[in-house]
């Protein structure tokens, strides 16, 4: 939790935990349409995305979204002048709670969204985490979705060690091999 609002992350990985290539680039292997709706439908739940500069859900709706962009190319917090429903935040500069006020979004959750920096930085405070498994790709020297994610530490390990427990897997799309699992914080 961070005040009131829960704290929720969203991703989709490969079997071997990485969100990109090495270019930063997410490859067509890890998209998936059925995990796409759900992602989509879950982000309309939330008051809040907070993702890093090279990260953006697209979509039709995107641009209703509140959000906030981590970079460090302003101080703490500056208007996105492309954008007008995303501020910029340094979280070196200015809490996340300064931020979400500047931006003035309702209470509900916080969605973050990516990328590894992103995902590493919300560990400690997630109440709930939807990891998405796409099991036939594989990106090797990809970008992990948490820092120290490679062959001899998975998501699970990153996520169990953060205090979060699995729910069941389930199929978003069995014969592509997209499942999900909702890692949940302990009361
Ligand atoms: N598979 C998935 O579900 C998923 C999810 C998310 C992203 N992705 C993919 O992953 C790739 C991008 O990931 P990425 O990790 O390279 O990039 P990213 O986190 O989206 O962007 C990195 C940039 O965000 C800013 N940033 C990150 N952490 C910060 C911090 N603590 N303080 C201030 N600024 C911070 C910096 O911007 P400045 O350079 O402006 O300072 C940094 O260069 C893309 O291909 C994207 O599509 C995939």
């Known amino acids: 939790m961070i005040g009131p609002r829960r704290v929720e992350g969203y991703v989709i990985v490969s079997s071997d935990g990485m969100i990109a290539d090495a270019d930063g680039i997410m490859p067509a292997a890890i998209h998936n349409d059925a995990d796409q709706k759900f992602f989509q439908d879950a982000l309309d ?38 954008h007008p429903n995303s501020l910029l935040w340094n979280p070196a500069g200015a809490t996340i709670e300064q931020a979400i006020a500047a931006l003035g979004a309702p209470a509900r959750a916080i969605a973050a969204i990516g990328g590894t920096e992103v995902f590493s930085m ?13 099991a036939h790709a594989e ?43 909702i890692w949940e914080r302990s009361p």
């Open 45 to 82: 739940r939330t008051a809040v995305l907070v993702h890093g500069r090279h990260s953006h859900e697209g979509g039709p709706r995107a641009a209703q979204r509140k959000r906030l962009v981590l970079t460090r190319q302003t101080a703490a917090i500056a208007p996105d002048p492309a």
């Open 122 to 134: 919300f560990l400690p405070v997630y109440d709930a985490f939807y990891l998405s498994r796409a």
């Open 139 to 181: 990106i090797p020297g990809g970008r992990p979705v948490f820092t120290g994610v490679g062959p001899d530490l998975s998501p699970e390990d990153v996520l169990a060690r953060h205090g979060l427990k699995a729910g069941p897997r389930r199929n978003l799309d069995a014969a592509a091999g997209i499942t999900l699992a």
